[in-house]
């Protein structure tokens, strides 16, 4: 059903547009991961025409969903983030820390298998923790988008190719990358500029399109493989992935245009953290959903 594909997509967005739990999260968590991945998988792999317009066809009732999910992030976003940065990112954090029992749960007999897994979740904590540590703009450096240059130009490629391959794994937000980086905010707002006619963001937004299509042709094909004959100590992976935003989620606000002190719990908003966790626990529960085609 439309209907169905449609609110998948509008959910995903919704996660893919904020720092804290992916796009690919929530795709776990409503049952249709494995069915998502192998419809990108399959457009971007020697499939026969008639699989590849089946793929098609399921991707593009999702990408309006998903569109109009982004769409209207975007324009709510762009005037939130800053001003309310640590009650967002206690939004953020409640969908993380309530993400993680519901994946957990849901392939506990695939991480019995082997504990010793569980090196796989530590290698995913720090390696989100050094990447938050040592990003490139800590301390507050400004980046623009309007300033067009080549070196700029080949960081938002980049950028762009990391955090696709993130929002399509279960695990850290594209968007936590790209607040790691420094980008989200400029992005965010560019983005905005651009839905409203605006056409000197253009150049670089350009070059972030093209990051995120690069990460999606190389990133889809080794997900699937990695799911397919190493899923336990992926689950692990995604799973320590997920633990360590949390500290870059913490970490968000020392990466605005102007710096602010990291989350701390003078800061943290309870209520709105709660609510994180409910929206979570409501995309599980109407998961019964995923089985109608």
Same mark, same amino acid.
């Given at each position: ?40 998988? $399959? ?41 309310? *940065? ?13 993400? *993680? ?74 968007? $936590? ?18 839905? $409203? ?18 990460? *999606?042709?190389? $990133? ?71 089985? *109608?085609?």
């Amino acid at each position: 059903m439309y209907i169905i594909q449609f609110i998948r997509g509008f959910f995903m967005a919704l996660a893919d547009s904020v720092p804290g739990v992916s796009g690919g999260s929530i795709a776990f968590i409503m049952g249709f991961y494995d069915e998502f991945i192998d419809s990108l998988n $399959t457009l971007v792999s020697n499939h026969s025409l008639e699989e590849k317009k089946k793929s098609l066809f399921f991707l593009f009732k999702l990408g309006l969903g998903w569109i109009v999910g982004m769409v209207l992030s975007i324009f709510i976003l762009a005037s939130l983030f800053e001003e309310q *940065i640590y009650g967002i990112s206690s939004l953020f954090i409640g969908f993380i820390l309530f993400s *993680i029992p519901l994946i957990a749960n849901e392939e506990r007999k695939t991480l019995a298998k082997n504990y010793r897994g569980l090196i796989f979740s530590i290698l995913g904590i720090v390696l989100v923790v050094l990447i938050t540590y040592f990003n490139p703009t800590g301390g507050g450096s400004s980046i623009t988008l309007h300033q067009f240059s080549f070196p700029l130009a080949i960081y938002v490629f980049f950028a762009g190719m990391i955090a696709i391959s993130a929002m399509v794994l279960p695990g850290i937000s594209g968007s $936590t990358l790209l607040l790691i980086f420094g980008l989200y905010v400029p992005v965010v707002n560019a983005v905005k500029q651009l839905l $409203t006619f605006n056409f000197n963001v253009f150049p670089l937004l350009f070059c972030f399109g093209l990051g995120i299509l690069g990460g *999606i042709i190389l $990133t889809i094909r080794g997900i699937r493989y990695l799911l397919a004959h190493y899923r336990t100590q992926m689950i692990y992976f995604i799973l320590g992935l997920m633990l360590g935003s949390l500290y870059a989620v913490c970490m968000g606000p020392t990466t605005l245009e102007t710096p602010q002190p990291p989350m701390s719990l003078d800061n943290f908003n309870i209520l709105l953290f709660i609510t994180g966790g409910l929206l979570i626990i409501g995309l599980e529960k109407v998961k019964g959903i995923s089985t *109608i085609k």
